[in-house]
């Protein structure tokens, strides 16, 4: 018997090893990997013509790991098949349930989270990771979930950009994340800026230390969504500044309640409560805020009618 323990195994080169890791456009039902046809083919088996479909591969890196997952939307519905432990795990998520998308991306690592009800009327939440450099395939999804581009007179959607050029001395790269961040169409109705809050804990020979308590962020009201945007919080800092951000993504109509709570250290808090599954978000302020804050909460209490 012939031992094969000499024979050096295969190797991947990095450049393959990337490609591994990214996301792929199926054109056809054929195409779909066998391990998932059993379990789409009702929904992709036999449509003509073949709905958008990708495949998200599993990513299997030192700090980010995910399993693999195909997603497709048909008819209003967002359909996530997850490969987990050789099992075929469906969920399905009516656009109209989804009650925040979060986006998020540092350097070659995207993602992006849809919470919601899904359509057994369970409130969940799926991620869906995958490598910056495909995220044109994931994109067409999250377009799907947040509020339609409309055809608008250009001289009013300048008007509309032209409203977060306040913040290219403040914050350069806000600033573009804020205007990339607007459909086209959308009405901006509020702004709140806050830059990183770093708190001083102690000095050591000369030297201080300081603690941050919030990374910058910036909440975006606009006629249809409120959109929170922030510095990523793993990302480590060059030179002062943080490369990528997340961005979180709440219509309008899945808003239940606002509320601000002032805090110690001179911090006030924004929390919001979603109608799915009463999710919270917490946003740390600095008190300076807290005049734009209650604009913004009189603001989103009058758009939803949940006036206190």
């Avoid at 693999?68 to 490969?83: F, I, Q, R, T």
């Avoid at 349930?97 to 849809?114: D, N, Q, R």
């Avoid at 950009?161 to 961040?181: C, E, I, P, T």
């Avoid at 002062?240 to 110690?264: E, K, N, W």
Wanted: glycine share 6%.
């Amino acid at each position: 018997m012939t031992s094969n323990l000499n024979i050096p195994l295969p190797t991947l080169t990095g450049s393959k090893q990337t490609m591994a890791s990214w996301a792929k456009v199926i054109e056809s039902y054929a195409a779909v990997p066998e391990t998932y046809k059993d379990a789409c083919k009702i929904i992709l088996g036999g449509g003509q013509p073949f709905p958008y479909v990708v495949l998200a591969p599993a990513i299997n890196g030192i700090k980010h790991r995910a399993t693999e997952k195909l997603l497709c939307e048909v008819n209003d519905v967002l359909y996530l098949w997850e490969s987990i432990g050789g099992k075929i795990i469906s969920t399905a998520y009516p656009l109209k349930s989804i009650c925040t998308v979060e986006v998020g991306s540092i350097l070659l690592y995207s993602w992006f989270t849809i919470s919601g009800m899904t359509s057994d009327g369970i409130t969940s939440s799926s991620i869906i990771p995958f490598n910056t450099a495909t995220g044109r395939h994931l994109f067409p999804f999250i377009n799907k979930m947040r509020p339609m581009s409309e055809d608008v007179d250009e001289a009013n959607w300048q008007a509309e950009l032209a409203k977060f050029d306040y913040l290219a001395s403040a914050n350069f790269k806000f600033m573009n994340f804020a205007r990339n961040s607007l459909i086209r169409g959308e009405k901006v109705i509020h702004i709140v800026w806050q830059p990183q809050i770093r708190r001083h804990i102690f000095t050591l020979f000369g030297q201080s230390f300081y603690r941050t308590t919030a990374l910058a962020h910036l909440a975006l009201l606009t006629d249809k969504e409120l959109i929170l945007i922030e510095d990523a919080e793993y990302n480590a800092e060059n030179r002062g500044v943080r490369y990528g951000g997340i961005f979180q993504y709440i219509p309008l109509q899945h808003i239940a309640a606002i509320a601000l709570t002032d805090a110690a250290d001179s911090l006030t808090t924004l929390s919001l409560t979603l109608a799915c599954g009463n999710q919270r978000l917490d946003k740390i302020f600095a008190a300076s805020n807290k005049q734009a804050l209650e604009q913004l909460q009189n603001k989103i209490e009058q758009m939803t009618g949940h006036n206190a």
